[in-house]
């Protein structure tokens, strides 16, 4: 394989806040060669994602930082092309924290898992079946714990998690509330992923709309964005409301932290709970939430859209571009054709 | 008894933020006379609680605000002069809401309990043995859920709550770090409430006297305070740490909302959860943790102090006094002689 290119998108400097084009820059390089025990993967899809943000900053994290000029961490969804490592098998499909190259010369335990269920698009593996849909899966049924009758919100409705969970949500007999920018986005939440009420946050008098959509106060919020939308949602927040905090997709920088009204009084008074977390703690139930995910998108319970850049050179700007907004649907990079 | 005085503290005008003693009077009616199945109290002593500042206040409560003219809710402790109900006997104590007044004519259901302990001295019902010990039982082991070995920091730690929560921590095997205002308070903390470290937050530098108190991060914070400690305490949570959200002592008004360092990164990245409580969701469980504390309490496991201003004519400024920090240990208001 020495005589191909690989190409790789690799950190230039790090930004203040969120991640542009300049930041980045493609090189080409020879693909690797193998040591024993390790199996390389020609890339199909990269994925972008809002956490790419943190994944570049120099700010505390969950995730070590990109370090500068490495490849950008990213996870990928690939076909095995090489094996040296007898659990692999070449033309595999299988997804990993590849990072946003061509080619990844990766150990087995980099390996997250096998694709399995062929009668889905590979595609489906970094979005609805991937992260997006784990994170929906958990954050919603394991911090939000919702019962039926619950009122939920969620901002980012229609993006890759939020609308997956609006989606479980109604599948556990929730009224669900969609927070989305724009008309375009608020009419995907009510006619694709079936949401009973949509609000544009850009129309602006949010309190108003949310208290029409929300008669009975707020249940669950399912937090994206932080903001505004958030300080507007707290609001309305019912007795013993959960606020699951999974994104800050509206607060362009941490540094220094951005102020904003105190919550001390709304968890008070309403004896909320507003909580965190992080998808990877679940790690060891992922095949589970797979299976019931797989399940609900066979049986059209769960719709998912996808906004597929294509060509490589796409990379350095998409996370830029999911920050203003410009998807409709999980944000993927194809560098090659899926079969190929 | 209608021939004696039964003196009022009724709130005349409603305070933007903290009640000062203009916004009470003091009137004197007749001792009321009783229906079928009343009892009458003579209260021995009145409560004064931080969140009398929220029941005279015009803003959403838990409970509904004090009307303007109306004698100031209160709990208090007393005897029973008269009894038309065939459950409560003369000269039996008893606790309630009974008003800061001098008399209160009940119905069996606003009798919070009799006390039978009769060994401890009855003022402990309205502090250690009251909602204050009940708050530190239930915020502490029911929201917080301390584990052995984990690092608590409880803010006013040397308050009526704060050390209570202070000691059922270092009961439950936990090191303990208390933050109060000045060097008294601090050396209260140590000696008398043996946290195992202590903080002036006045002395300056929060961040760096927490950094060294907590070396390893807080699991645990619990918060009476809000504002500008919490903010502090904040930034050195753990991985999985709770934030028990119990009072806002720091918070002048919240009308507006006051605004300060968001916290949705905070939670985000540590898996964090903020979570506020009412202690009268505890009720049915109250009895359980009366025997806990109580059974403490015998054993010198678990210490208190009290601060008993003498004569109602206190009570109009006693509130304010909380808010500025004068006392050292729970506020009463000592309005006849205990076994009088």
Chains 1, 2 share one sequence.
């Not at 958030?230 to 509206?250: E, M, N, P, Y």
Request: include cysteine; hydrophobic fraction near 40%.
């Amino acid at each position: 394989m020495q005589d191909r290119i690989n190409r790789q998108v690799r950190l230039k400097c790090r930004p203040m806040g969120i991640p542009e084009a300049e930041h980045f820059e493609i090189v080409e390089v020879p693909v690797p060669n193998l040591d024993n025990g390790q199996i390389l993967v020609r890339n199909i899809y990269l994925s972008v994602e809002p956490a790419m943000r943190g994944w570049v900053s120099a700010a505390a994290n969950y995730l070590e930082a990109v370090p500068l000029g490495a490849v950008m961490r990213a996870f990928a969804v690939g076909r095995i092309k090489e094996s040296r490592h007898p659990e692999f098998r070449v033309g595999e499909f299988v997804t990993g924290m590849f990072g946003w190259q061509d080619y990844a010369a990766v150990d087995a335990k980099e390996i997250q898992r096998k694709i399995t269920d062929t009668d889905l698009p590979i595609s489906t593996s970094l979005g609805i079946l991937g992260l997006n849909g784990l994170t929906a899966y958990f954050g919603l049924l394991e911090v939000g714990q919702p019962k039926g009758g619950e009122t939920v919100v969620v901002s980012t409705a229609a993006g890759a998690v939020g609308s997956c969970v609006g989606q479980i949500a109604k599948i556990k007999g929730c009224r669900t509330v969609g927070i989305a920018g724009g008309p375009q986005k608020v009419r995907l939440c009510l006619d694709e992923f079936r949401y009973d009420a949509a609000i544009d946050y850009k129309a602006g008098d949010l309190d108003s709309a949310l208290a029409a959509a929300c008669p009975d106060g707020v249940d669950i919020y399912f937090d994206n964005t932080a903001g505004a939308i958030s300080d507007a949602v707290l609001k309305q927040l019912r007795v013993s409301a959960r606020v699951v905090i999974c994104g800050t997709a509206s607060i362009a920088s941490w540094e220094p932290i951005p102020r904003g009204p105190r919550v001390e009084r709304h968890l008070l008074v309403k004896r909320a709970r507003m909580q965190g977390f992080l998808i990877l703690d679940y790690a060891p139930r992922y095949s589970e939430a797979l299976q019931a995910l797989s399940q609900w998108v066979r049986t059209g319970l769960m719709r998912y859209r996808e906004d597929i850049l294509e060509g490589i050179e796409q990379a350095p700007g998409s996370i830029a571009g999911l920050y203003r907004g410009e998807n409709l649907g999980k944000r993927l990079i194809r560098i090659v054709p899926e079969r190929s």
